[in-house]
């Protein structure tokens, strides 16, 4: 997703659909498209995380221009994904939330909310708890420097606790940058920015982390429209690995690896559907076991 609705840039509307004949171009075979037909609608569909037994999934809606964003909720239920719903901690607009994201242990679901300063559209990371009874507890702002005056987006975390996420804030270069957080002790955390060639100077807003922290998904605007492209750790350095054979007809947004980084969920334009979810796998046989199915999916 971009800064400040993403903006102050989703560049412009126009430039970032890319214009309606655009959005017929023919998606590569690599990409399929995955959108439960439960949550598939006229709107954007984006962003998707799934608790660890695959049975609830919580996703980024908004509307058919890339606005008013929202989590929604789809619980696995009779074998089917169900109607979607609010999560009980989200808030309604005007306040507006997104990039939802389950820590592989299920204890905590991060996310991006304007709640603090809804006339702001300022985005910051919060997070809920897993409490007793399998709810989620009261939201919590992360403190700064992890958020700052600026927008932080699509926060992700690798098995080691550390923190991924985009922001805009001030010493981001191309007008925003891929950052990680550390917490050091608790409520009390460093951030850094990850640099070249992950933060190159391009407008990097986007970053999704394998579990092991070895593999990195981007979401970079180089000048024409955003796209995903793909990084691996190599020692203490990260190698970039070329761009995921997305449509390069439209924008892409939401990466979202499986717990194997064999495969990859996101979000492009989709016809008349507007955004829809799209699955693509990064090895030649991949765990056709994720994403979860609820059984009225066929494995893909």
């Known amino acids: 997703m971009m800064f400040a609705r993403r903006a102050p840039a989703l560049l412009s509307l126009a430039a970032l659909a890319g214009c309606t004949a655009a959005a017929e171009s023919p998606v590569p075979a690599t990409a399929t498209l995955w959108t439960p037909a439960a949550i598939s609608g006229p ?8 608790t660890p037994d695959g049975r609830t999934m919580i996703y980024l809606a908004a509307d058919k221009d890339f606005r008013n964003y929202r989590l929604m909720q789809s619980q696995c239920e009779n074998g089917a994904w169900g109607k979607p719903v609010p999560p009980r ?8 939330e997104a990039d939802p994201f389950v820590t592989s242990d299920g204890e905590r679901l991060y996310y991006i909310s304007s709640r603090h300063a809804p006339a702001k559209e300022d985005f910051d990371i919060w997070y809920v708890e897993r409490i007793a009874g399998g709810g989620w507890g009261e939201p919590q702002r992360l403190p700064e420097p992890v958020n700052s005056p600026a927008a932080e987006l ?7 606790g550390r923190l991924y996420f ?4 001030a010493g981001s270069a191309g007008g925003g940058d891929i950052y990680v957080a550390t917490e050091v002790r608790p409520g009390e955390w460093t951030v850094a920015n990850l640099g070249p060639p992950v933060s190159a ?6 970053a999704e ?10 979401v970079s605007d180089r000048g024409d429209r955003s796209h995903l492209y793909r ?3 190599e020692g203490e350095r990260w190698v970039e690995a070329g761009r995921i054979p997305a449509d390069p007809a439209q924008f892409q947004v939401g990466p979202l690896l499986s717990p194997k980084s064999d ?8 016809g008349e559907l507007s955004g829809e979810m799209f699955l693509i796998d990064l090895v030649p046989e991949p765990d056709r076991s994720w994403p979860p199915t609820c059984g009225d999916q066929a494995a893909l």
């Open 43 to 50: 709107g954007y569909e984006s962003s998707p995380t799934f």
């Open 209 to 218: 982390i394998s579990r092991d922290g070895k593999t990195m998904i981007t």
């Open 89 to 96: 901690f989200a808030m309604p607009l005007p306040v507006i």
């Open 201 to 206: 100077g391009a407008y990097e807003y986007e």
């Open 166 to 169: 985009g922001s805009s804030r």
């Open 263 to 270: 495969r990859l969920l996101f979000a492009q334009r989709h």
């Open 154 to 160: 699509l926060p992700r975390t690798d098995a080691a």
């Open 231 to 233: 990084y691996r750790r």
